[in-house]
């Protein structure tokens, strides 16, 4: 009798673990599918070239105008999104149905205080939705080529490229150098918008980039892959900010005014490793002399 009982008993042991374990399987099955079906499609990427621009104007940020985004709910800002992605919808980069308050572009969006003012600088991130990565001295959201705004921007064949030319490679270096007086030398790889867009994974090639220090960090962007976790609320200045600050995805170049390259790698789904070919790449280029005519 007693053997009876023993048996049954781990059986039914036997049936909550398997139980357990079956469960645990379907969540984690259940989270790698969302995954798939938001961040994880198949990317193909636009054969061809496109010129873009960028707006430096709607952020206000050299108080010539007002800030695009100060006061609205969140219904107006994200019908000021979604009509800048529609911009290049040609290049399919963002999903056909994106809507910044549905499906993972939320977890981005979600905590926006409505009504509220922005930091002025920071509406240069949702202005330029195709600047999938935007650079600004580390530990500061103030994107670069807010004072720097000269620049050539392009797409081709599944790259966009930055170039700074001449004086105003001068004046990027200056502030990366000379007006940084916390991190100099030091800039910060922000990806919202490659977020944003569905290209959540993100690794700077030291092999193919110029002028940049590879970190002795392990976990720098330098040295893997890297999946930032960006969003939008009201934070320091009390007013709709950027956040987290991002170590991990700074970066430290190792000479000021010289020809310099950042190499981006973006993917939708995580890359078995940084040699992986990319879905999409951004390239920064700073390049001391300009062209000759």
């Not at 911009?87 to 963002?94: D, P, T, V």
């Not at 950027?242 to 790698?265: C, F, G, M, Q, R």
Request: proline share 6%.
């Amino acid at each position: 009798m007693n053997r009876r009982i023993f048996v049954l008993f781990l059986f039914l042991v036997s049936c909550v673990v398997i139980t357990i374990v079956s469960f645990k399987m379907l969540d984690k099955s259940s989270i790698k599918e969302q995954e798939e079906n938001e961040e994880g499609t198949a990317f193909v990427p636009h054969e061809g070239y496109v010129l873009l621009e960028h707006d430096a104007f709607t952020s206000g940020f050299d108080r010539s105008s007002s800030n695009a985004l100060n006061g609205r709910y969140k219904d107006g800002i994200a019908s000021f999104r979604i009509n800048k992605v529609k911009k290049y919808s040609q290049l399919k980069i963002f999903p056909e149905n994106y809507h910044p308050l549905k499906s993972y572009h939320k977890k981005i969006y979600d905590r926006i205080t409505p009504g509220e003012d922005w930091v002025s600088s920071v509406v240069y991130y949702i202005a330029n939705p195709y600047l999938l990565v935007i650079f600004s001295n580390a530990g500061c959201v103030n994107p670069i080529n807010l004072l720097c705004s000269y620049f050539d921007l392009f797409y081709e064949d599944g790259v966009i490229k930055e170039t700074h030319k001449g004086q105003d490679a001068n004046e990027w270096f200056k502030n990366v150098f000379d007006k940084s007086l916390d991190y100099p030398g030091k800039i910060w790889v922000v990806m919202v918008n490659a977020v944003d867009a569905g290209f959540p994974y993100g690794y700077v090639d030291i092999d193919k980039s110029k002028n940049v220090r590879r970190s002795p960090k392990p976990s720098n962007i330098t040295n893997k892959v890297h999946r930032p976790g960006y969003f939008y609320h009201v934070g320091k200045y009390s007013r709709n900010n950027l956040s987290p600050n991002d170590p991990d995805a700074w970066i430290t170049l190792k000479e000021k005014n010289v020809d310099t390259e950042v190499y981006v790698k973006l993917w939708r789904k995580e890359p078995d490793s940084p040699s992986q070919k990319p879905d999409i790449v951004y390239i920064l280029k700073i390049q001391m002399e300009m062209d000759p005519y």
